[in-house]
């Protein structure tokens, strides 16, 4: 049996709460021994970043409980980390990620541009990356003696490789819409040019399409659960279901790193179960972000870092069929839903208010956008209007992941729609399952979770009309709008903050006027740790709760 730390006098106590400004930064822990004692990130530390252009989301705050232990880090022994779901494949190209795909892909693989504490692009792989007078062309040069897992050099040709086949994934290419051609220079020089001037473009790449994978990935489909990399960790071995294996990356090329022995992934889907493991000490280190498991947590004395303003949790509605391709039918719903409530008594007051994917403090918030206010007698007659136009009856089936707490969370929703006429039907599926379903576009109403990068340039290819693709679309309710699209492009091609915000506030009216998303709230994220644990968040970007790259998970350690 494990030993249990829970149940010894720790001397950790509740700290004072640590403010950060943005959810795609650093949540260093208090204390000592948070850094490693090699380098804590790749490329020149002296390279200019490419900036947000504004301020981040000052409004939003990471806080920490709990201190690491003093003195260096250990090294040695093992982590286990579970997860709120089981990755399908671990091949940034072929699979959209979830938080659990992203939290062993970061361990296998490096980006080639990750972020600084700021929410600013800076070199990871890359050892440095310029534009040219327009921003058209950008110049990455490569950090040289990196190798794959198996011995195999990173040359500007494999980046090259890389960035090609994001280019073309039907996954990834959304987000590199803007590139024309990538080509190499040299022993150590990535060329990549646009079609349009994009100011912040490395930041388009600290997220899921800056991953470097081995050139076999690329080719070979065999390798989606035996991913090959240059991170912290190599694959060991998985058991679909049960867990994914890592093992030390003995040739790293961050000196020092990594300080653990193993990782070992475990998905366990419910939430409760995640916090009651941790608790009992069957496994070390979680992330949840169920209102419910993040108020439990409140209550024990966890080691925790705690994000109250990550993702906007929402309904997608597909605007490409019946019956959202309807506006009056997409109002009715807005109209339907109180928010409000379901924030007090589904979320137990855990998650903020949201009325767009833009956070208070960051670019293109609005506190008023327009977007619907809940009214259940607008609702009703939203529904007699739709009923009128279509000559039929507002029907739709509700898609929510197969947990229990997503099951009920979808019936208090239901009860809402019911009561404004509407015939509503509630399908659950695993979270793979209903991840591919919303990118295929196969569903009408769908619970998500997105959007919480500080650079909204990173986000937008959700938003753009030209994401929109079959099979797979990552503007996830297939919503067009070319003026979103020209805002957005105007947004990219400036360093003017005023003029980047004011572009953006064009997006949010947009989204609140046509409502392709039912906003419910913006969640809170904790990753909780045995005692033990020590490092989390230490790295350049270590946003534990972003969809991005987590460069911290090399430098975790353990005490016995």
């Known amino acids: 049996m494990r030993d249990n730390p829970w149940k010894r006098s720790t001397g950790i106590k509740r700290a004072t709460a640590v403010k950060?400004?943005?959810?795609?930064?650093?949540?260093?822990?208090?204390?000592?021994?948070?850094?490693?004692?090699?380098?804590?990130?790749?490329?020149?530390?002296?390279n200019p970043t490419t900036s947000v252009g504004a301020s981040a989301k000052a409004s939003l705050k990471g806080s920490v409980f709990?201190?690491?232990?003093?003195?260096?880090?250990?090294?040695?022994?093992?982590?286990?980390?579970?997860?709120e779901g089981e990755p399908e494949g671990v091949d940034p190209t072929r699979y959209a990620f979830s938080q659990s795909g992203h939290m062993v892909a970061s361990s296998v693989f490096d980006p080639i541009v990750t972020?600084?504490?700021?929410?600013?692009?800076?070199?990871?792989?890359?050892?440095?990356?310029?534009p040219n007078a327009d921003a058209k062309e950008w110049t990455?040069?490569?950090?040289?003696?990196?190798?794959?897992?198996?011995?195999?050099?990173?040359?500007?040709?494999v980046v090259k490789q890389n960035l090609d086949a994001y280019k073309a994934s039907l996954i990834t290419g959304a987000a590199l819409e803007p590139v024309t051609s990538v080509t190499t220079s040299g022993d150590d020089k990535v060329i990549v040019k646009l079609s349009r001037s994009v100011r912040t473009f490395p930041a388009l790449?600290?997220?899921?399409?800056?991953?470097?994978?081995?050139?076999?990935?690329?080719?070979?489909?065999?390798?989606?659960r035996k991913p090959l990399g240059t991170g912290p960790f190599v694959f060991d071995s998985e058991v679909k279901g049960s867990y994914w294996k890592l093992k030390k990356n003995q040739s790293y090329w961050r000196k020092g790193l990594p300080h653990l022995?193993?990782?070992?992934?475990?998905?366990?889907?419910?939430?409760?179960?995640?916090?009651?493991?941790?608790?009992?000490?069957?496994?070390?280190?979680?992330?949840?972000?169920?209102?419910?498991?993040?108020?439990?947590?409140?209550?024990?004395?966890?080691?925790?870092?705690?994000?109250?303003?990550?993702?906007?949790?929402?309904?997608?509605?597909?605007?490409?069929?019946?019956?959202?391709?309807?506006?009056?039918?997409?109002?009715?719903?807005?109209s339907a839903t109180d928010a409000e409530s379901w924030r007090r008594d589904q979320g137990g007051n855990v998650y903020g208010p949201a009325n767009s994917p833009f956070a208070p403090?960051?670019?293109?918030?609005?506190?008023?956008?327009?977007?619907?206010?809940?009214?259940?007698?607008?609702?009703?007659?939203?529904?007699?209007?739709?009923?009128?136009?279509?000559?039929?009856?507002?029907?739709?089936?509700?898609?929510?992941?197969?947990?229990?707490?997503?099951?009920?969370?979808?019936?208090?929703?239901?009860?809402?729609?019911?009561?404004?006429?509407?015939?509503?039907?509630?399908?659950?599926?695993?979270?793979?399952?209903?991840?591919?379903?919303?990118a295929t576009g196969t569903f009408e109403m769908a619970r998500f979770r997105v959007f919480n990068q500080t650079n909204p340039d990173i986000d937008a290819h959700f938003w753009l009309g030209r994401s929109v693709k079959d099979p797979i679309s990552l503007n996830f309710p297939r919503f067009k709008n070319q003026e979103i699209d020209d805002a957005i492009d105007k947004a990219r091609?400036?360093?003017?903050?005023?003029?980047?915000?004011?572009?953006?506030?064009?997006?949010?009216?947009?989204?609140?006027?046509?409502?392709?998303?039912?906003?419910?709230?913006?969640?809170?994220?904790?990753?909780?740790?045995?005692?033990?644990?020590?490092?989390?968040?230490?790295?350049?970007?270590?946003?534990?709760?972003?969809?991005?790259?987590?460069?911290?998970?090399?430098?975790?350690?353990?005490?016995?």
């Not at 250990?74 to 579970?82: A, I, K, N, T």
């Not at 972020?115 to 600013?120: C, K, R």
């Not at 490569?142 to 040709?157: A, M, R, S, W, Y």
């Open 20 to 46: 950060v400004a943005i959810p795609a930064m650093v949540f260093a822990l208090a204390g000592a021994g948070c850094s490693s004692t090699g380098s804590t990130g790749g490329g020149d530390q002296a």
């Open 140 to 157: 990455f040069t490569i950090e040289p003696g990196v190798i794959f897992h198996d011995g195999t050099k990173l040359t500007p040709e």
């Open 205 to 224: 790449l600290t997220a899921q399409a800056g991953y470097m994978l081995h050139p076999s990935m690329l080719t070979n489909a065999d390798y989606v």
């Open 66 to 83: 709990g201190v690491d232990a003093a003195g260096p880090p250990r090294e040695g022994g093992q982590l286990v980390f579970g997860m």
């Open 115 to 130: 972020l600084d504490e700021d929410g600013n692009a800076k070199p990871f792989l890359a050892k440095s990356f310029e």
């Open 493 to 560: 091609a400036t360093d003017d903050p005023t003029v980047r915000d004011e572009s953006y506030q064009t997006v949010n009216k947009v989204l609140g006027r046509d409502v392709p998303y039912i906003w419910l709230g913006r969640t809170a994220w904790v990753l909780a740790m045995s005692p033990k644990v020590n490092g989390a968040g230490g790295a350049g970007n270590g946003s534990f709760q972003t969809v991005g790259v987590k460069s911290w998970v090399g430098e975790l350690w353990k005490l016995p």
């Open 261 to 334: 022995e193993a990782i070992e992934f475990r998905p366990i889907p419910d939430s409760s179960e995640r916090v009651d493991k941790l608790v009992q000490g069957e496994i070390d280190m979680i992330h949840v972000a169920r209102p419910e498991q993040v108020a439990d947590l409140r209550t024990k004395e966890a080691k925790r870092i705690e994000f109250n303003g990550g993702d906007e949790a929402m309904l997608d509605l597909n605007t490409s069929k019946p019956p959202f391709d309807n506006r009056n039918a997409r109002l009715a719903v807005a």
């Open 361 to 438: 403090g960051q670019l293109g918030y609005l506190e008023d956008n327009g977007y619907p206010k809940f009214d259940l007698n607008k609702a009703k007659e939203l529904v007699a209007a739709y009923e009128k136009e279509a000559g039929k009856k507002l029907a739709f089936t509700f898609l929510t992941q197969q947990e229990v707490d997503s099951t009920a969370e979808a019936q208090y929703l239901v009860k809402l729609y019911k009561d404004a006429g509407m015939d509503v039907t509630v399908e659950t599926k695993p979270q793979i399952n209903l991840i591919a379903a919303v």
